[in-house]
């Protein structure tokens, strides 16, 4: 089974056509009636990935407006959200490494958070877009990644699909032991946890390996077990793949008419739920299926008929490579554009903070200043406090960058340490407030004595000299 089917259904259950049209109308009825700016975030992201497979642009368009605001308003997890949204898109625009980049975005939010079952589902997606680049050395890599922190957290669910992702890379890579290995633990334990998604998919699985093997009695018999547990769960890609195993199964055991019939039925099922990618691989299966028989009139149709399809899937491919290649420039000069506007913000506030830190001193020698020049005590005393408040407000907005940081914008984690920097610059500021306008009075007292012995001392000394003179 395509592991990208598998984590759309892992994540996302799949729906008919009509009833994504009553999802999609009801999250913009949600993203209308929304009041908070976290909570727009959250639709925006729903609806950037209920997209994501049949629209991509528009999921792009959805998922950058919910970065953008989440990064306005710094809800961290909005901004996790959002990335994995952009990722998911540029994933089905075949964008590898543009996927891969945002996954890694992504995963650093989780990283700094401390989210070990958040880090685990990424690199399970990023194992996703190296299988799909048939990069499968990548592809275990970041399966085992998944697979170790999962047991590491005791996180079940994460250990069943991580399992079940490693044995179908190895299946891909036709490193069919360890697929073996991998696949029927999988299958063991999804019995246990009674998920029926992974216990029909690990059994279609199963099917494809014995069917690499060439043990054709085992493929039929796990194919057959498989299939009414995914009409159960209305897995129809993988439904679709395990009728196409079937046909391919009874080809190889010369019971061509039954080939035949399950082949068409994989054909009817593709075109009816638009997995055009399994409707050529049964068209081409019927038309060597056809030759062999001699058959040529109907090999030639289902021949004309894969090749349309063909046509139209490298039409649409190309078509969001081209896509692919506009949006990510429009991102990155959009990139471009708010990273200015960013550096222009944090230089306005830079050079605030200078202004506010200069000042401070002014301030400050504008207390002694005063302290020496005929002004009320009063006047002194409030210059002296002023610029100590200030100093102290400073600090405090000094220290909140990295406080909001530390504490990943957490109000509650905020307002403790606050409260307990309050608590120890609160003394402090008293403590100082008095001795400053101590040393503030006493500086004046003396300077106004020193002024009044030295006028005295001239007056004695007028008086002395007018006495010699006279």
């Known amino acids: 089974m395509k592991l990208i089917a598998l984590l759309s ?5 799949s729906v008919t056509s009509f009833s994504q049209k009553q999802v999609l109308d009801s999250l913009y009825k949600d993203l209308a009636s929304q009041k908070t700016d976290s909570g727009r975030v959250s639709v925006l992201y729903d609806l950037s990935y209920s997209y994501h497979k049949s629209k991509p642009d528009s999921a792009l368009i959805l998922a950058q407006q919910a970065y953008k605001l989440a990064k306005k308003i710094k809800f961290l997890k909005g901004e996790s959200w959002a990335l994995n949204g952009l990722a998911n898109a540029f994933h089905s625009l075949h964008n590898y490494p543009r996927a891969i980049e945002y996954f890694i ?67 891909k890579s036709n490193q069919l032991s360890s697929a073996m290995i991998y696949t029927r633990s999988a299958y063991k334990l999804s019995l246990l946890q009674k998920n029926d998604l992974i216990t029909g998919t690990s059994l279609n699985n199963l099917g494809n390996i014995y069917l690499k093997r060439k043990d054709y009695l085992n493929a039929l018999n796990y194919y057959r077990k498989s299939m009414p547990i995914l009409e159960k769960v209305s897995d129809l890609n993988t439904l679709a793949e395990c009728n196409l195993g079937l046909a391919k199964v ?118 002694i200043f005063l302290s ?36 990943h914008h957490s109000p509650i984690i905020e307002i403790i340490v606050f409260v307990i920097i309050a608590s120890l610059l609160t003394p402090t500021h008293h403590r100082v407030e008095h001795w400053l306008i101590n040393k503030l009075t006493k500086f004046r007292e ?21 006495s010699e003179n006279s």
Not at 267 to 291: G, H, M, P, Q
Not at 446 to 466: G, I, P
């Open 250 to 367: 009874y080809k190889e055991e010369g019971k061509i008419d039954s080939a035949v019939y399950y082949a068409r039925k994989v054909y009817d099922l593709a075109i009816k739920n638009e997995f055009f990618a399994r409707a050529v691989d049964a068209s081409t299966f019927l038309v060597k299926l056809y030759k062999g028989e001699n058959k040529i009139d109907s090999a030639f149709a289902y021949q004309e008929i894969a090749v349309n399809l063909s046509n139209s899937i490298d039409s649409k491919e190309r078509a969001k490579e081209v896509q692919s290649i506009t949006i990510a420039e429009e991102f990155r000069q959009k990139e471009i554009e708010e990273s200015k506007l960013k550096e222009a913000e944090d230089r306005k506030q830079k050079l605030q903070l200078l202004a506010i830190g200069i000042f401070i001193p002014i301030l400050f020698f504008v207390s």
């Open 105 to 171: 975005e992504e995963l650093k939010i989780h990283e700094k958070r401390g989210l070990p079952e958040n880090m685990a589902n990424t690199y399970i997606s990023m194992a996703l877009v190296y299988s799909s680049e048939e990069e499968y050395g990548k592809a275990l890599s970041y399966a085992f990644k998944a697979e170790e922190i999962a047991k590491k957290n005791s996180f079940a669910g994460l250990i069943l699909y991580s399992k079940l992702n490693i044995g179908d890379i190895y299946e």
């Open 446 to 466: 003396q300077h106004f004595l020193s002024k009044q012995k030295l006028q005295t001392k001239e007056t004695a000394e007028d008086v002395a000299l007018n």
């Open 372 to 407: 020496r020049r005929k002004v009320s005590k009063k006047v002194i005393e409030f210059s002296g406090i002023l610029s100590l408040l200030m100093l102290f407000e400073y600090l405090t907005l000094f220290i909140h960058p990295f406080v909001a940081e530390k504490s």
């Open 9 to 13: 259904l892992f994540l996302f259950v």
